[in-house]
């Protein structure tokens, strides 16, 4: 999707859509389906097993025009990627915002150098590389790596490893709170409420600090349930590790 002005960017942008129509009326394809042509061995996809470049120049006549931002966002969830090339870091940052707000989806930056500081403290998550160009990227993130490979295991080891630990952290909370005040309030209607206190001193002064603390951290430093050596099995059973996260069954609590 190239255009130098903003009129040849919408007749770029009208041609797109209409190989678009072509491709899903003319082959009769829908989305995630395959077609086989077995005269000449072609393997024909839909167009959700393409990607779509776009150029900086482009990016802003879409961003700065109404009707043209609203086609690019139906159009963005049809194709398997988006390319964005030859970017300012302000349209870097532009297109997170667009992708954040109006498809209202989890945003990930991750750059390594100056001119993605914008796009990685605008995203709901920053990565950082720490490299040749410098430390700003990585000092603006939330998470620094070393390496661009070291991505997916942040994601998918270290990212499931947080969500197991705070969603039962979360129940955790709730638990021992209702263990140290509901006894309390039990005992203030049988003391007719004389302000009167159950606990010890120290029970309450250590209660948080230090008989909660070790349970929380033993939980936090064991509870590993996918193998960070294991890549190749994480990528084969990806959609099961976080299907439980989709139906919230880690913060659900099942009673009887």
């Known amino acids: 999707l190239t255009g130098e002005t903003e009129e040849s960017c919408r007749q770029r942008f009208e041609q797109i859509l209409e190989k678009i129509d072509h491709l899903k009326k003319g082959l009769q394809l829908s989305i995630d389906q395959e077609y086989m042509n077995d005269q000449e061995g072609i393997v024909v996809r839909s167009y959700a097993h393409f990607a779509l470049i776009v150029e900086g120049d482009c990016i802003a006549f879409i961003l700065r025009n109404q009707e043209l931002s609203e086609k690019f966002a139906a159009l963005i969830p049809q194709f398997r990627t988006v390319i964005c090339c030859r970017s300012t870091p302000n349209q870097k940052a532009d297109v997170v915002r667009f992708v954040r707000e109006r498809l209202n989806k ?47 295991r942040l994601l998918f080891v270290h990212g499931r490893w947080s969500l197991l630990r705070m969603s039962k952290y979360v129940l955790f909370f709730l638990y021992k709170n209702l263990v140290f005040t509901l006894p309390q309030f039990w005992f203030a209607i049988q003391s007719a409420y004389s302000a009167q206190t159950i606990w010890e001193d120290y029970y309450l002064v250590n209660y948080n600090s230090i008989i909660t603390a070790f349970s929380s951290g033993g939980f936090a430093v064991g509870n590993m349930d996918v193998a960070p050596h294991h890549g190749s099995l994480i990528v084969r059973h990806l959609c099961l590790l976080y299907t439980s996260d989709a139906a919230d069954d880690l913060l659900c609590v099942y009673l009887g």
């Open 106 to 152: 989890v945003t990930l930056a991750i750059g390594d150098g100056g001119n993605d500081v914008a796009m990685i403290q605008l995203a709901h998550i920053g990565v950082g590389i720490l490299g040749k160009e410098g430390n700003q990227a990585a000092n603006s993130s939330d998470y620094a790596i070393t390496h661009f490979r070291f991505l997916g």
